[in-house]
């Protein structure tokens, strides 16, 4: 079953599609990232840290893609590799900084009843 995926004769139309979508996904991230730079503010950390990780998941999918393409066993790893860690570790960026926000939120409305 694996090998039918992998020796698919008409692997190209899928794998420039699958990069396709990748390239959409990280321009979608990078105009994210752009837009923290401009503000630089805790909330949109959050937005940087959301663009990061389509942008990561959009290169992924580049070089997924490029690996079925031509049949490259280590780029398909790496890529997937470096995916898995990277989504784990945004993940927990995106999760202290919702809970900074929140605990911010809960001073300031404890200040604001004092």
Not at 24 to 49: C, I, K, M, S, Y
Not at 56 to 83: E, N, R, Y
Not at 95 to 106: F, K, S
């Amino acid at each position: 079953m694996f090998e039918a995926i992998v020796e698919f004769p008409l692997r190209a139309i899928p794998a420039l599609a699958m990069a396709m979508a990748g390239l959409g996904l990280t321009v979608h991230g990078t105009r994210l990232g752009w837009d923290w730079a401009r503000h630089q503010d805790p909330e949109h950390n959050l937005r940087f840290v959301r663009g990061f990780r389509f942008a990561v998941i959009g290169l992924t999918l580049i070089a997924v893609g490029a690996a079925w393409q031509w049949h490259i066993l280590w780029l398909f790893v790496l890529a997937l590799a470096i995916a898995f860690e990277e989504i784990l570790e945004s993940s927990i960026h995106a999760y202290a900084i919702r809970r900074g926000l929140r605990l911010e939120a809960e001073r300031d409305a404890e200040r604001a009843v004092a």
